[in-house]
């Protein structure tokens, strides 16, 4: 009960007009950051936290967790608009978003997506107001071991379930690896794979690969077919919103599971990006019309944006409670916190109430402002498909060009960016998946760390991978989805042998 | 009336012209400086960095915007090679952690500081020697002798990167004490802290601001710290203990001592007034109280050194840690 005095004094905090204006700039500000990609949440927050150090700490963090939720929101527009995704847990989100904006639905997408986004991340919050010393505690027996399990299931339900041919899965899939692996090994510190060549010492950032081989691919694979843009008769309507919101409920059941997803991965910390990947990945194998994934399934695009969202949300809790940060936008708010003077750990709870409990409060209500926010834009985003393609072609370009310099503040990546349009052209031609690549670019060096430190610690003996019930749980999960197709044909087969 | 407006305008010209032979001599930045962060946002330097922006910012002390950018790539060669080819540009300055020593010597990149200009030595970073507040060994005595019973290699030492300070202060402990630690590196020192709080290692070399949290919470517990005389502030921070409470580790028999830079240089072929203007912006920087709180919530060594007294600070640093590399076998192979 203590704890809900606490959040009441808290929305009372966050009420504060200058609070709630604060938010709303935050907000604003988040959602612009999240659609230019390259230019992520993380570098939002860090270019804009100097001029917080002026505000009081519980306003500061107010509007830079709003940029957080913003960021959030608007990195699901342009993956579902251009199949661009601003930010690596969208990926997901551009399977089925995409191909539903192509159909002429991009507001049901959005919508769909916005409202999941806001479903999550209530979910997560709701968690952290009830349960967060519980659930603090559960994140520190995350130890290598248990890390690597995690990312071995994420890439697990991924194998089996593309619908191209399962070596052409795994072939993506490696070469994503071989790309993670290029700049520092952080094991042994020593250089791998750059060649001497200094713009590599960087290795190949996730946002440039993506740029390049969703962003120019889908460019160079539109002006092939004939320059058409495809979303072209969109209806750009407040209405689609609400006509949305009415066939949302029948999938309860995946946001649910999507939500529950979302706050593990957040809490343990595994980060947003897994969340919506596996998220998907589940949804496909387990809804009714899980075939259809990847061509426009309104339920492929609400489990990867509730995972990611939940996740997003509940990385806070294990940043608040233990210092360390769930996603590297947290790392950020994290200096933050240390710069305004507050420690994170476990006596911020106890001695810093007011901050706390204002922090909590504002992400019910900045969430709610993002939602409404986001939603009454959905028209106005949706039109920009009926721009002809001849204009929005060049500012999709110059759009990708921004974003891949500003990742590093380096022309390299331009040319890099241009590359990977190129090779993501030539894969898609191919019929070559390019989820799985772009998912070991992403998990490939954490996944590599957490089994290299996992083998150090356990003297290089594979059994600390079944050390306990928690990892080996988590390991048996994710060989059954590695085998899922395998053991469900052997399954029929023994049925119809046995009748 | 006629003379004395003279008088005034004649004042008003010789004052301005002053002024604008003061300016002529005294160099300034014309636009905005970009401050290189050789590391991860979130870090320590990070910190740091984004807390003199801060500082910079709400205390106007600079006229052009002070820009803070991450260049971790490569355990931060990236940063430095930047750096290094923007010779006569004194638009760019770099805060600097061990890794200046570090990274060149372990990756054999072009690199050596000697390619950059000296400005200052802003505060040096103290290591502790962390244990789980659980484990029963209350003191280094304790604490050496578990590690020397626990079969060769199973005692684990967690730590922040790759042949960097942690790992290389875990050599000396192990060289010290004649035990053989297994060094596990992750990625960012909060990491390594709640490791530890979890039991995934054994003790780690935690700088204070990374750990403060834990010992705070009761989770955490400092054995020693790896300088010449214990910590100033005497605040207590958890059981009554505060951070001058904590011995020093060569008091309690564990002969290591190891302190990181943490400090500024700017590009190369930066001339003296250049130099001059750095060196009165941080001494300006350290005397708000805003760098005195941070001072303080990390437990900084404070001593601040510029010119010859900094240059002479860094070669011996330099050569220390080529030996202590060298012995631990670190050096790139090339």
């Not at chain 1, 940029?67 to 929101?73: E, S, T, V």
């Not at chain 1, 079944?466 to 988590?474: E, K, P, W």
């Not at chain 2, 802003?122 to 507040?133: H, P």
């Not at chain 2, 834990?214 to 203990?241: H, N, S, T």
């Amino acid at each position: 009960m203590e704890e809900l005095a606490n959040l009441f004094h808290g929305f009372a905090v966050a009420l504060q007009p200058y609070n709630i204006m604060l938010m709303v700039i935050g907000i604003t500000l988040g959602v612009l950051i999240g659609v230019l990609p390259g230019l992520g949440g993380a570098n939002g927050v860090a270019i804009l936290l100097p001029l917080t150090f002026s505000m009081p700490p519980t306003s500061a963090i107010i509007m830079l967790s709003c940029i957080y939720w913003g960021a959030l929101f608007g990195g699901a527009i342009t993956s579902i608009l251009f199949n661009i995704p601003g930010e690596p847990w969208s990926v997901a989100t551009t399977f089925d978003g995409y191909p539903m904006a192509q159909q002429g639905k991009p507001g049901e997408a959005l919508t769909a997506a916005f409202t999941s986004s806001f479903v999550g991340a209530l979910f997560a919050v709701v968690m952290i107001t009830l349960v967060a010393p519980l659930v603090a505690g559960f994140a520190l027996r995350f130890g290598p071991a248990e890390k690597f399990a995690v990312y071995f299931l994420a890439f697990c339900s991924f194998v089996g379930l593309s619908k191209e041919p399962p070596f052409k899965t795994i072939a993506a899939m490696m070469i994503g690896f071989a790309l993670a692996a290029v700049g520092l090994d952080s094991i042994t510190g020593q250089l791998r794979l750059t060649f001497g060549i200094t713009e590599l010492l960087n290795g190949f950032d996730f946002l440039i690969a993506v740029i390049g081989l969703f962003g120019i691919g889908e460019i160079l694979l539109t002006m092939e077919e004939g320059l058409a843009f495809r979303g072209g008769k969109a209806s750009i309507n407040l209405r689609v919103v609400l006509q949305t919101w009415r066939e949302l409920p029948a999938y309860w059941m995946t946001s649910l599971r999507s939500c529950l997803i979302g706050c593990w991965m957040g809490v343990t910390p595994a980060g947003a990006t897994p969340a919506s990947f596996m998220s998907y990945g589940i949804a496909k194998r387990l809804a009714r019309r899980g075939n259809n994934f990847g061509k426009g399934e309104i339920e492929g695009v609400i489990a990867p944006e509730t995972a990611a969202h939940a996740a997003g949300t509940a990385a806070l809790l294990p940043m608040l409670s233990l210092g360390v940060p769930g996603s590297p936008t947290a790392a950020v708010l994290l200096g933050g916190l240390l710069i305004w003077g507050l420690q994170p750990g476990p006596m911020l709870f106890v001695e810093q109430k007011e901050f706390v409990w204002g922090l909590i409060a504002s992400m019910y209500l900045g969430n709610l402002v993002g939602l409404i926010v986001v939603l009454t834009c959905v028209p106005i985003f949706a039109a920009i498909l009926r721009v002809p393609f001849g204009i929005i072609a060049p500012l999709i370009l110059v759009l990708c060009a921004i974003g891949a310099y500003s990742v590093h503040n380096s022309t390299f990546d331009v040319m890099l960016m241009l590359v990977f349009g190129v090779i993501g052209y030539l894969l898609k031609k191919c019929n070559y998946p390019l989820a799985p690549l772009v998912l070991a670019i992403v998990l490939g060096d954490k996944a590599e760390e957490a089994f290299r430190q996992s083998l150090l610690g356990s003297q290089g003996s594979l059994g600390v991978f079944f050390s306990n019930g928690l990892v080996s749980t988590i390991m048996a999960l994710g060989l059954v989805a590695l085998f899922w197709s395998a053991i469900q044909e052997g399954y029929s087969r023994l049925r119809t042998s046995m009748a | 009336m006629k003379p004395f407006v003279l008088n005034v305008a004649l004042a008003a010209m010789v004052m301005s012209c002053a002024s604008s032979t003061a300016s002529r001599a005294a160099w300034e930045p014309v636009r905005p400086v970009e401050f290189i962060v050789p590391a991860g946002t979130g870090g320590g330097a990070d910190q740091m960095a984004r807390t003199i922006q801060g500082i910079v910012t709400k205390h106007n002390l600079m006229k052009q915007p002070l820009v803070v950018i991450n260049k971790a790539g490569g355990a931060g060669g990236e940063g430095f090679l930047d750096v290094k080819t923007s010779a006569n540009n004194p638009h760019k300055i770099i805060i600097t952690l061990s890794n200046l020593f570090t990274t060149p010597l372990a990756t054999g990149i072009p690199f050596n500081w000697k390619d950059l200009t000296p400005v200052a030595m802003l505060a040096l970073d103290e290591f502790v020697l962390w244990v789980n507040a659980e484990k029963p060994y209350s003191s280094v005595k304790d604490y050496v002798e578990a590690a020397k019973k626990a079969p060769s290699g199973t005692f684990k030492m967690g730590g922040t990167g790759s042949k960097q300070e942690d790992q290389i202060i875990t050599v000396g402990i192990e060289k010290a004490i004649d035990a053989k630690f297994t060094y596990i590196p992750y990625k960012g020192g909060g990491e390594v802290a709640v490791q530890l709080v979890g039991n995934h290692v054994d003790s780690t070399v935690n700088n204070p601001i990374e750990a403060v949290a834990q010992w705070r919470g009761g989770k955490l517990r400092p054995l020693c710290v790896f300088d010449a005389q214990p910590m100033a502030y005497d605040e207590p921070i958890a059981d009554g203990k505060a951070w001058k409470d904590i011995p020093t580790c060569k008091s309690q028999g564990l002969a290591m001592e190891y302190l990181m830079l943490r400090g500024i240089f700017m590009s190369p072929k930066a001339t003296k007034d250049q130099v001059e203007y750095y060196v009165e912006l941080f001494k300006k920087v350290r005397a708000t109280p805003e760098w005195q709180e941070f001072m303080k919530s990390g437990a900084f060594n404070t001593t601040f050194l510029t010119g010859a007294d900094y240059a002479k600070w860094i070669e011996a640093e330099e050569k220390r840690h080529e030996s202590l590399m060298k012995e631990a076998g670190f050096l790139a192979s090339n």
